[in-house]
């Protein structure tokens, strides 16, 4: 689902990613947040997802937080692929 949600967020700022990950953030050592990785041109920028956000996506809620965080990641990510 979050998958969706950033793909659809980054065409909407005209970005085409190439790649989407989210690694569990139990093996960074946090139980409760992840990190969503978005890949685009051999570039990639990332972010903090907390597990109730993802679980508030999943029941059909998008949180406004979220997105802003992903905007802003995808945001990075266009200024690098302009560089």
Do not use: P, W
């Amino acid at each position: 689902m979050i998958k969706e949600f950033a793909t659809c967020l980054a065409e909407q700022m005209g970005i085409q990613l190439t790649r989407i990950s989210v690694v569990d953030g139990k093996l960074l050592g946090c139980r409760d947040s992840h990190l969503l990785q978005l890949y685009a041109d051999g570039q990639m920028e990332s972010t903090l997802l907390y597990q109730r956000e993802l679980e508030a996506l999943q029941n059909g809620s998008a949180c406004d937080r979220l997105g802003a965080r992903i905007r802003s990641a995808l945001s990075r990510l266009q200024m690098q692929q302009e560089t």
